[in-house]
């Protein structure tokens, strides 16, 4: 295996690590998801702009075309945290990240009406993998409480994201990581501007979690994780990000005490030997 695929892979799993404390915060965070993602968004847009600048960044737009694909892009991506955080919020860490890793299945299945790619039945093998681990991660359903719900929400910010990584793709060899990621989170902003002008704030204990939330899992994470698909199909970082839900159980353990049951655990070995299958199967390509 040579030294720079070995990067690419370490590279992908910082940005996974990074990108799983979102579970954690989303969870601990008070404020309506609309606040929070509209906070974490500003605060990353602030920081990364920093960084355009630092590096001197042209910023220009060279096409309609691209300007929609960015714009079309941060809606979805907005869409995404939105779902998600609400997914956190109506159950636990666990069964929203795990819902939200539906994704890669749903990216495997999409991702040959944009690219000319043949949808492989390996991959499909992988993706399958994954939605049975998550069925014993997942409890009972019962379409009346916060749980089911929860699931629902996880699976439609899962359909949001798939689509925001496909049409980000068609961005990155054009633009720097950290400019696709700048504009899509000035979308984000400006979308969700009315729910914060309107919003009371009365508790001011969430302001630390949200900058990490803007500077660790959005501004750092999430950007490693948009330059991954440079060395990387999108089917293959989505399903090496399933690592994420492990990394953000262990977190929820740790910081929340949310105690995974046996399925849990079991769910969760499936993923990691998913991912470990396409890890390898990756750097042989």
Not at 13 to 34: D, H, Q, R, W
Not at 101 to 129: A, N
Request: glycine fraction near 6%.
């Amino acid at each position: 295996m040579k030294k720079q695929q070995l990067k690419n892979i370490f590279d992908l799993n910082i940005a996974v690590i990074l990108m799983s404390t979102s579970g954690v915060l989303g969870k601990s965070i008070l404020f309506p998801p609309e606040i929070t993602i509209w906070w974490r968004c500003l605060f990353a847009a602030f920081i990364i702009g920093l960084f355009c600048w630092y590096k001197k960044y042209n910023l220009k737009i060279k096409s309609k075309k691209d300007a929609v694909s960015l714009l079309l892009s941060g809606f979805l991506l907005g869409g995404h945290w939105v779902t998600y955080f609400y997914a956190l919020h109506l159950s636990n860490v666990a069964i929203g990240m795990l819902s939200l890793f539906t994704y890669p299945i749903i990216t495997t299945l999409l991702e040959p009406l944009f690219f000319k790619i043949k949808l492989s039945k390996y991959q499909l093998l992988l993706g399958v993998m994954i939605v049975i681990g998550i069925y014993f991660l997942t409890p009972e359903m019962n379409f009346e409480n916060n749980n089911t719900k929860g699931v629902l929400m996880g699976i439609l910010s899962a359909f949001f994201y798939a689509l925001r990584n496909i049409i980000t793709k068609k961005n990155v060899h054009h633009y720097n990581a950290s400019i696709v990621m700048l504009y899509q989170l000035i979308v984000v902003v400006l979308i969700l501007w009315p729910f914060s002008i309107t919003y009371n704030y009365v508790d001011t204990s969430n302001w630390i979690k949200i900058a990490s939330l803007a500077l660790i899992t959005t501004a750092l994470g999430h950007t490693l994780f948009v330059n991954s698909f440079k060395n990387f199909t999108i089917s293959t970082a989505s399903i090496m990000g399933s690592m994420s839900p492990i990394y953000g159980i262990i977190l929820g353990v740790i910081f929340l005490s949310e105690i995974p049951s046996t399925t849990t655990l079991f769910g969760g070995a499936l993923i990691l030997a998913t991912v470990f299958i396409e890890s390898i199967k990756s750097t042989k390509k």
